[in-house]
């Protein structure tokens, strides 16, 4: 059974960039068929698309994160990863990666990681 | 990209059918039929409930109900039961490999 877990710092400060992880087991994150996601969440709201990637490098990003986001695979490590640059309060969030069906649904999620900005 | 609109809330007695709609635009959910739902209870990661607009996944209960008309899309609960009290949201491509997701409807079972 595929299981998905992020991994990083939970607290920045604003200006640093957010590095976190997803380990993916239990499957292979080379398989073509997928893409892979990043989601993120604010403390009581709703859910926000940041960002997907193809293990071949493919990425797409949320045109109102485009310039601050970076996704990227080790094929090597099993893992993705999200950069995101000159974080602020608006930042934190709990983040979640998730494995995107050819289809365009995600399924399953990590459990998602706390990461709070704040001087 | 906007975020779809939902229902801040909807609730219903246990037993009852209730519907949360998701509108989007021509853009997303107009454009494609590649609407999928999610069950969030609190502290926990979504659990995808519905996808390509009205299929169900192995395991989820047939309660569960999706349909699409134009720039909207609709999940029912149909006899909902206390079990069912969590968080929904919608997502829709949009086109160019992006998502979006709905802003969320909190269902309270009365």
């Known amino acids: 059974q595929l299981q998905l877990q992020e991994s990083g710092p939970g607290l920045l400060k604003p200006s640093e960039t957010l590095s976190l992880t997803c380990t993916v087991s239990?499957?292979?994150?080379?398989?073509?068929?997928?893409?892979w996601g990043w989601i993120r969440q604010p403390p009581g709201k709703g859910l926000e698309w940041i960002g997907s990637?193809?293990?071949?490098?493919?990425?797409q990003y949320n045109s109102s994160l485009k310039s601050r986001v970076t996704i990227s695979v080790d094929t090597s490590k099993n893992q993705f990863s999200l950069n995101l640059s000159s974080v602020t309060a608006a930042d934190t969030a709990v983040y979640y990666c998730a494995r995107i069906w050819p289809r365009d649904w995600f399924d399953p999620w990590g459990q998602g990681t706390l990461v709070t900005v704040s001087s | 990209q906007s975020a779809l609109t939902q229902p801040a809330s909807v609730s219903g007695s246990p037993g009852q059918s209730i519907t949360i709609s998701c509108t989007g635009t021509s853009s997303d959910i107009g454009s494609h039929n590649l609407v999928s739902w999610y069950q969030q209870n609190p502290g926990k990661a979504p659990k995808v409930i519905i996808y390509e607009n009205s299929k169900r996944p192995s395991g989820v209960s047939a309660r569960f109900s999706g349909s699409k008309s134009g720039n909207t899309a609709s999940l029912t609960i149909s006899g909902v039961q206390a079990e069912d009290e969590a968080d929904y949201y919608c997502?829709?491509?949009?086109?160019?490999?992006?998502?979006?997701f709905g802003t969320g409807t909190k269902v309270t079972v009365l």
């Open positions: 997502s829709s491509y949009a086109g160019s490999s992006t998502y979006v």
């Open positions: 990637l193809h293990f071949s490098g493919i990425t």
């Open positions: 239990g499957g292979s994150i080379s398989s073509s068929t997928y893409f």
